[in-house]
């Protein structure tokens, strides 16, 4: 199949709607934006997206119809705009009467697969992102979870270790399982990075979250400075409560000069495209976009051997892993990469490939297209 056809618009039979947390910018948002507006550019015409927060950057994006639960803020200090958000959404599935729910992420699976069941839809769906480590630090998750699983004709996982951790940690039926890999676009045709300037540019796109490891990135970065490399590092994402304990750290080490904390930007694009090095320190991952945007842009990857990373990253071919917490083997790789500029360049062309054949965008869509209507 693919998105450059035109479809006959009853081929795809019924309404769909899908139900996600918010719009703001991550991984799993992109994720949905970009299903929701491909399947739209097939010709399917009864796509609804229904978010608890539609107030996020993502919602100009999305192509579809979107509906606003209208929770904001923290849902812990004032859970009945949950209980406000869920009758919307409930009076939404009574209206729209979808023959498929599509819900995503923890919480959200929950009161998406049981409302789904109450209104009688005949799919609902639920999506796996993550390893099942959130229920460790939020232990009401897991009956939640569980509930959902059982609630759901299907649930998507994005990586095998996803999946075996659904089944390992869940007890979920392999049948009810159906893995779908993240797609990305591969907006180049080769690498052009920027090897000859007296500084190397290492990138690392993770929300300020301690489980993505940046303190680990920032003892690797001053291991590197050490041994003699000038390189200037970008973080980039959300800060999630870490950003002054890593300016402290990193301006205690004298990194001032070597790392730019740069927030949530709308332009990754562009800062992928200035860089030599992509490093995910993160400690825990169900399958990172971070590390697929990277090979798309044709970086080689230096990153912790967690979850679906070795799935994503060719070790030794398209970047390095490295054993989870162990922050020196990280710098030497990246010292490797800096000192031996040809394979960093020829591990950046074969992240290109690598991206564009396995994790394509059209691959992922015909994925759910299959799944949502058995083609």
Same mark, same amino acid.
């Given at each position: ?36 507006? *491909? ?30 639960? *209208? ?9 009945? /705009? ?63 979870? /569980? ?55 290492? +990138? ?60 949530? /930007?709308?332009?990754?694009? /562009?800062?992928? %495209? +200035? ?22 842009? *044709? ?48 591990? *950046?062309?074969?992240? +290109?490939?690598?991206? %564009? ?7 992922? +869509? ?10």
């Amino acid at each position: 199949m693919s998105l450059n056809r035109v479809p006959r618009l009853s081929i795809y039979p019924g309404h769909i709607l899908f139900v996600i947390g918010s719009l703001e910018v991550g991984g799993t948002e992109k994720q949905l934006v970009t299903l929701v507006n *491909g399947l739209m550019q097939l010709g399917v015409i009864g796509v609804d997206v229904f978010a608890l927060d539609a107030s996020g950057p993502l919602r100009d994006q999305v192509h579809a119809k979107v509906h606003d639960g *209208g929770v904001r803020g923290s849902m812990r200090r004032k859970p009945w /705009r949950m209980i406000v958000a869920s009758w919307r959404l409930f009076q939404l599935i009574r209206r729209t009467r979808p023959q498929i729910l599509h819900a995503y992420l923890p919480l959200i699976t929950f009161i998406g697969a049981l409302l789904g069941r109450l209104c009688k839809v005949p799919m609902v769906i639920t999506a796996k992102r993550a390893l099942g480590t959130h229920q460790d630090r939020r232990p009401i998750l897991k009956p939640l979870d /569980r509930i959902a699983n059982r609630l759901s004709h299907k649930i998507t996982v994005n990586s095998v270790a996803v999946y075996m951790d659904t089944v390992d940690r869940d007890g979920v039926d392999p049948h009810k399982l159906e893995l779908i890999y993240n797609g990305v676009r591969t907006p180049r045709c080769g690498s052009d990075m920027y090897w000859g300037s007296p500084r190397t540019t290492i +990138i690392t796109v993770a929300n300020l979250i301690r489980y993505k490891g940046h303190t680990d990135l920032l003892k690797a970065i001053d291991r590197v400075v050490c041994k003699g490399h000038h390189v200037n590092a970008l973080i980039v994402g959300e800060d999630r409560g870490m950003l002054q304990e890593l300016k402290d750290m990193a301006y205690g080490w004298c990194l001032k000069d070597n790392v730019s904390f740069l927030g949530q /930007r709308d332009d990754v694009s /562009r800062l992928f %495209s +200035i860089s030599d090095i992509a490093v995910l320190p993160s400690h825990e991952e169900g399958f990172s976009n971070a590390i697929l945007e990277a090979m798309a842009h *044709g970086l080689p990857v230096v990153a912790y051997d967690v979850g679906g990373n070795n799935e994503a990253v060719n070790n030794g071919i398209t970047g390095y892993l490295v054993p989870d917490g162990d922050y020196v083997a990280m710098a030497d790789r990246i010292i490797d990469l800096i000192e031996n500029p040809g394979r960093a360049l020829s591990m *950046g062309d074969s992240g +290109i490939e690598r991206a %564009s054949y396995m994790f394509n965008i059209h691959r992922m +869509i015909d994925k759910h297209v299959s799944l949502y209507w058995g083609e």
